[in-house]
């Protein structure tokens, strides 16, 4: 039961250009050139369990981490994608060395050494990949959708180590996309923000904001990720109505409550202060995890939520009939990680201090900003989500027959993970509906 619900996290976003040693071949990309290694993309890396498992857990940390320190700056509603920031620091922490790389793993929560780690996201990306064979529709009634892209965009006139261009290349899948960000940084600013809409079927829209890029930035490294999916069980649209729902201050709104036509057999757990339920999608591979605290016991619980809680959590989940009500929403949000992620130990990234030099052979450049946006749409037939997120490098110097009751009229917090992994793709939380 652990191994099936463990929970983990993915993150996303990137760019970068070519190298000194041996040929890359170029293909054309839109406006730009796309420079592409000799090595491809490992398509079985071979990865133990172990490894796999170190990944999820420290990923799943880091999310939490993350969690916590987003959740204590917003006003009501959250939601983010951990796995598409981490896989685009990921992307990042491979240039990284000396204080540097050793500051990043411990806020990232990176407990393999690199040359494990990178091939462990490789294998956990194409696992994830695997899910849209398998069938299924999305929420609007088309085939089930779960795309992860990485890329890199760089300097056309900059020079990278060919063994940092090989390793992206062989774990991350990304090709170096030439830009010229010291002509015109607004219009490669724009071509990098018209490419993650399209990544993410116009969900995710001008990612980087303005002054992102400007003529002293060298590097952009993206990742966006988009996710749409049916409930394995679909509401009753026709039981959807009004209700009230209380905030966290004790007054009431009304708001669209979805209702089961009839209990379901879900996984279920209740506990001192809180219940959860997962509500499978599709093809039972993936689920959203709802935390629902007892009225008036959100703060502490949400307080109190760490890595051996949610896992504890998992672990105690069993099969029960539930008649469930939750409402519906639709939100989206956008994050500057900058001082986020200083704040939990990786500072020295973003100084004259910070030490790239896997990525040039110098320590000529450091991480400008780290931006993050994403959307989430839940309705009575599944789920719409999409993240993206964008790392800027500049140069220095510059009982089982039972059937439960559950309205969830109050605030919840929620993931949606992979069952068979799980990798945690989506976290939040709705106060305010």
Not at 159 to 188: H, I
Not at 293 to 306: H, K, N, R, S, V
């Amino acid at each position: 039961m652990r191994q099936f619900y463990r929970p983990l996290l993915m993150l996303i976003l990137l760019a970068l250009l070519p190298a000194c040693a041996g040929p890359m071949p170029a293909a054309s990309g839109g406006s730009q050139k796309v420079l592409r290694s000799e090595k491809r993309r490992a398509a079985a890396p071979q990865v133990s369990e172990a490894d796999l498992e170190a990944l999820v857990d420290g990923n799943a940390a880091f999310a939490l981490d993350l969690y916590h320190r987003l959740a204590a700056a917003a006003d009501d509603n959250l939601f983010y994608s951990p796995y598409s920031i981490s896989l685009a620091l990921a992307m990042t922490y491979a240039g990284a060395r000396g204080e540097t790389e050793q500051a990043m793993a411990s806020a990232l929560h990176f407990t393999l050494p690199q040359d494990q780690l990178h091939p462990a996201f490789n294998a956990l990306d194409q696992e994830l990949a695997s899910r849209k064979k398998e069938g299924g529709e999305g929420a609007d009634g088309k085939g089930f959708r779960l795309n992860i892209v990485n890329d890199i965009w760089g300097q056309q006139d900059f020079t990278f180590l060919q063994e940092y261009l090989d390793l992206l290349s062989t774990n991350y899948g990304a090709g170096l996309r030439l830009m010229d960000f010291k002509t015109d940084p607004n219009a490669a600013r724009q071509e990098i923000n018209d490419y993650i809409a399209e990544q993410t079927e116009q969900r995710i829209k001008d990612l980087l904001p303005d002054g992102f890029i400007d003529q002293d930035t060298r590097l952009v490294l993206t990742n966006a990720i988009y996710f749409n999916a049916a409930w394995a069980y679909k509401f009753a649209g026709y039981l959807t109505q009004d209700a009230p729902f209380t905030l966290l201050d004790g007054s009431q709104v009304d708001v669209p409550m979805m209702r089961f036509g009839e209990a379901n057999n879900l996984q279920y757990a209740a506990g001192e202060g809180f219940q959860a339920v997962a509500l499978p999608y599709e093809g039972l591979k993936l689920s959203m995890l709802l935390l629902v605290p007892d009225e008036g016991a959100f703060e502490d619980f949400e307080a109190a939520l760490d890595q051996e809680r949610l896992d504890s959590i998992l672990d105690s989940m069993e099969r029960r009939q539930v008649h469930l009500s939750m409402p519906k929403f639709e939100f989206d949000a956008s994050f500057g990680l900058k001082d986020t992620l200083a704040a939990l130990g990786m500072g020295q990234a973003f100084t004259s201090s910070a030490d790239f030099s896997g990525m040039t052979g110098d320590r000529d450049l450091q991480i400008s900003d780290v931006v993050h946006k994403a959307f989430v749409k839940v309705d009575e037939n599944g789920t719409e989500a999409a993240a993206a997120t964008a790392v800027g490098m500049r140069v220095m110097g510059m009982p089982v027959d039972q059937v439960i009751e559950l309205t969830v009229d109050r605030p919840f917090i929620f993931f949606i993970r992979d069952d068979f992994t799980g990798a945690v793709l989506f976290a939040g939380r709705i106060t305010k509906p």
